[in-house]
């Protein structure tokens, strides 16, 4: 009977111990894994981020190197989107940093300058690639993640990114019209959200963030 007794008393207090290493492994398992979910996501925003930097520093570049090229009004356009790349890489930052992350400062590169022609399709490539790949992956890891103030912040960059294109080749258009040193083109840039407008596109809200457009930094 005494033998019995014990036989019970190990195999309740082993199950016991198995049932509290069960629950403290199940503690642990979601842990882990939303560390790795956030890993993935700071990642990506430290890419796009290091990314949006580097356009802003190149195309303040490119709107010097258009200014002496007798281009203004394409230096005022790179000087709006070198401004608006700057807006989207704070609200990147600020993302990582709710996160709980650290952005990791780009390292600089020597921007290489070529022509105003080739400067605008650099720019429409590059802006075309990021909205047809990376920048769709970004947003739907996103809204996967629940993550609904980021999935909206990306979404702000990837329209603003359209306008840009849009905008670039509306410049290539007109790039070799004989009063591009006369007439006055102005952009308006979104402080918040980075959103650029022209005249053609003027709202009185930023229709990305509502901010009113009498904040919006203006470009002429
Ligand atoms: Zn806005």
């Not at 105003?116 to 429409?124: F, G, P, R, V, W």
Request: with cysteine; glycine share 4%.
């Amino acid at each position: 009977m005494k033998r019995f007794f014990a036989l019970f008393i190990t195999f309740f207090t082993v199950s016991l111990l198995a049932l509290g290493a069960a629950y403290i492994d199940g503690k642990m398992r979601p842990q882990h894994n939303k560390e790795h979910l956030w890993h993935d996501t700071l990642q990506r925003l430290n890419e796009l981020g290091r990314q949006q930097h580097h356009h802003s520093v190149r195309y303040q570049q490119y709107a010097i190197h258009a200014q002496q090229a007798q281009a203004p009004q394409i230096a005022t356009l790179f000087r709006a989107i070198s401004f608006a790349e700057e807006v989207q890489c704070e609200n990147c930052k600020d993302a990582i940093g709710s996160l709980g992350g650290l952005f990791s400062p780009p390292v600089e590169v020597p921007v290489a300058l070529t022509s105003t022609h080739e400067h605008l399709q650099n720019a429409i490539s590059e802006k075309s690639d990021y909205h047809h790949g990376k920048m769709q992956e970004c947003i739907t890891g996103a809204m996967d993640e629940g993550n609904r103030y980021l999935a909206r912040m990306l979404t702000w960059c990837d329209a603003s990114d359209v306008k840009m294109i849009t905008l670039l080749k509306q410049a290539i258009a007109t790039e070799k019209a004989s009063d591009d040193t006369t007439s006055v083109t102005c952009y308006w840039v979104c402080p918040t959200c980075g959103n650029i407008e022209c005249e053609q596109l003027r709202t009185c809200y930023c229709p990305h963030c509502m901010t009113s457009s009498a904040e919006f930094l203006i470009f002429e």
